[in-house]
């Protein structure tokens, strides 16, 4: 009974205090708070919403809120987490500074006094990057030379556009072989781009393209053809151009689209040659340079040239060019020659090499014998015309006489003339034979025979030198007489001449009519011409007097021992040996010669004065010998 009695009383004194506890306000102890996370939504490439549901504060009022989130599962407040007020109930947070196409792991917080709590773990990824989506537009607006391309970007790709435009060229690749026009801003929607610089009647890709920081994206390729036009051509300068002759031509820069089957110029000396000038089609058709050969043209006359080009669509024509013509010119030519002189006529020619431009009227050969221009020569026309080389024979002229001699041309600009050249005339004597004759000398040059001579007559032509062939005969005459080195007339007579003694020098009528047998004193004039001093040139000596006068004497060939001259002079003297005075025997062929001067030596009567040229002496030898001796004479002109 008492047992029972405890059991009710106990019970009794809960319920009591329960009651007390009530009236007098006594609360429990707070807790964490109680909250859901919302699921993400609105995801972009970096940023997202969600937010949490708090529903239960824990008995404490909630001073903080939000969401956490990160990459790894179980985001704290101390990562990355928004704010979002404080109190009971739904929140909403916006998350931002997200990285493209990632995963991250979010969960709702919620703070009171007692701590912080977290709702259960929600996960999201947000929007990846990718290349812009962009379309090619159709071209629809070209001419020949121009058009209006475009595109749409219909989607950024999540970035950027920073760039966009086409690609164009003639290959159905041309994002990749052709040329990029830029439109004028970025962005998405469309856009149009002005193709400019086209070629006419080509068919031409287009492919769009915009870029973003993932790359650049294409649209697909579409084509067009540009339309077709007259041809496009440029007249070239006229650079190379004659008297009556020029080089012009053009260059189709562009065949409009069509092939180009003529071109060429037009020209003639008014403007406008396209409508009053001279039609000249090139000798191929096509795109590119090409020349006109234009010939028979006026001199100094001014051209006027346009180029033309023709397709299936029309005419083209360049702009038009000028040049003149160059006027006629005197010819240009040189004289030749002589190829063949004797003792009154000579062979000259002459060569034009250009005709100045006009042509060649007349040409010839003119001739005096006093130095000139020519314009006043005796002229003599070799009856032909035209350029190049051509002969002139020239007759009736004196013997032994120094004629100056000029080719010359005329054309319309006047008459031109060559270089003078020199022609000697030869001699001949009472026999009929012709010598060689040469110019020796530098202040006072006179005209010696180049060649022995051969006359078997004096200049009267009545009386005839003796010839005198035996030895014994030979060597005790006191008076003229002449012969043939060892008597033989046909073998010696052409090279050598004939051998004279003194007496036959002395007569003074041996040279021809004109000429004389020279002095001591010319011999020395001659010499010293030469080179040789005065000193020299009046020694008697039979070695050497002088230096290289008688190598400059000497022919080139036949001596002996190769004592051959250079023959510089023209003197030609050769090695026809002589005749022994006080036997009448030849000597020394090929190895020396002697020539009789004029002049009695000095210091004996009985001798006369020669010159000696051996094949062992450069120099030339002065001695007085026995009159009744052989030598050869040579004439000199009076």
């Not at 041309?174 to 080509?202: E, M, R, Y």
């Not at 032509?461 to 002449?482: E, H």
């Not at 009567?605 to 009744?628: C, F, H, M, Q, W």
Request: aromatic share 10%; hydrophobic share 30%; charged share 15%.
């Amino acid at each position: 009974m008492k047992r029972e009695y405890s059991i009710y009383t106990a019970l009794l004194l809960t319920l009591w205090i329960g009651f007390i506890i009530s009236l007098t306000g006594c609360k429990k102890d707070p807790k964490l708070p109680t909250l859901t996370t919302e699921g993400a939504s609105d995801v972009t490439v970096s940023t997202a919403k969600t937010g949490g549901n708090i529903t239960s504060n824990g008995g404490a009022e909630i001073i903080a809120r939000g969401v956490c989130w990160g990459l790894i599962s179980q985001p704290l407040i101390s990562d990355p987490h928004t704010s979002d007020g404080n109190g009971d109930g739904s929140f909403t947070s916006t998350l931002t500074g997200l990285l493209p196409g990632t995963t991250y792991y979010v969960r709702a917080y919620a703070t009171n006094s007692v701590g912080t709590n977290y709702g259960d773990e929600v996960t999201f990824t947000t929007e990846p990057l990718s290349k812009a989506t962009v379309t090619t537009t159709a071209v629809t607006v070209f001419t020949h030379n121009t058009a209006t391309a475009g595109g749409n970007v219909t989607s950024d790709g999540n970035a950027t556009i920073t760039d966009r435009g086409v690609y164009f060229g003639t290959t159905n690749n041309p994002q990749t072989t052709g040329t990029k026009i830029a439109a004028a801003a970025g962005g998405t929607g469309t856009f149009t781009c002005s193709l400019t610089n086209l070629a006419p009647g080509t068919l031409y890709y287009v492919a769009a393209y915009a870029t973003n920081s993932e790359g650049t994206a294409f649209g697909t390729v579409v084509q067009f053809t540009t339309a077709t036009v007259a041809p496009t051509v440029i007249t070239a300068d006229v650079t190379v151009y004659t008297q009556t002759t020029a080089t012009a031509g053009g260059n189709v820069t562009s065949n409009g689209g069509a092939a180009v089957n003529e071109r060429g110029v037009y020209y003639g000396p008014t403007p406008n040659p396209e409508t009053t000038g001279t039609k000249f089609t090139a000798s191929t058709a096509g795109s590119g340079v090409y020349i006109c050969n234009l010939t028979n043209l006026i001199p100094s006359t001014q051209y006027y040239v346009k180029a033309y080009a023709i397709n299936s669509i029309g005419t083209d024509f360049g702009d038009q060019v000028a040049f003149v013509t160059r006027a006629v010119v005197k010819a240009t030519l040189t004289t030749t020659g002589p190829s063949s002189i004797n003792n009154v006529s000579a062979v000259i020619g002459g060569n034009i090499t250009a005709d100045g431009g006009g042509s060649i009227l007349e040409r010839g050969i003119c001739w005096s014998t006093t130095p000139g221009s020519g314009e006043t020569w005796t002229q003599v026309a070799d009856g032909n015309s035209g350029t190049g080389s051509y002969s002139v024979s020239l007759s009736g002229l004196s013997e032994a006489t120094l004629y100056f001699v000029r080719a010359y041309a005329e054309n319309s600009a006047g008459t031109a003339f060559g270089d003078a050249v020199t022609v000697l005339t030869y001699m001949s004597d009472r026999d009929n034979n012709i010598y060689k004759t040469v110019l020796i000398g530098d202040v006072s040059p006179k005209i010696w025979m180049a060649e022995n001579l051969k006359t078997t007559k004096y200049r009267d032509g009545v009386t005839g030198i003796p010839l005198v062939t035996a030895p014994g005969d030979w060597s005790v005459l006191a008076t003229p007489a002449y012969c043939w080195y060892a008597n033989n007339e046909n073998l010696y007579k052409p090279l050598y001449g004939a051998l004279y003694n003194w007496f036959a020098v002395n007569t003074g009528n041996l040279c021809p009519t004109g000429w004389h047998v020279p002095t001591d004193e010319e011999f020395k004039t001659l010499e010293k011409s030469l080179g040789m001093t005065t000193e020299q040139a009046n020694l008697y000596s039979i070695i050497q007097r002088g230096t290289d006068q008688g190598t400059k004497m000497k022919s080139t060939s036949g001596w002996y021992n190769d004592g051959n001259g250079t023959n510089s002079s023209g003197f030609n003297g050769l090695p026809g040996g002589y005749r022994y005075g006080a036997d009448g025997g030849f000597y020394d062929i090929g190895k020396l010669s002697y020539w009789w001067s004029a002049t009695e030596y000095e210091y004996d009567p009985a001798k006369a004065t020669y010159r000696r040229i051996d094949y062992n002496v450069t120099g030339v030898l002065r001695e007085g010998t026995s009159k009744k001796g052989g030598k050869f004479i040579r004439c000199i002109k009076n």
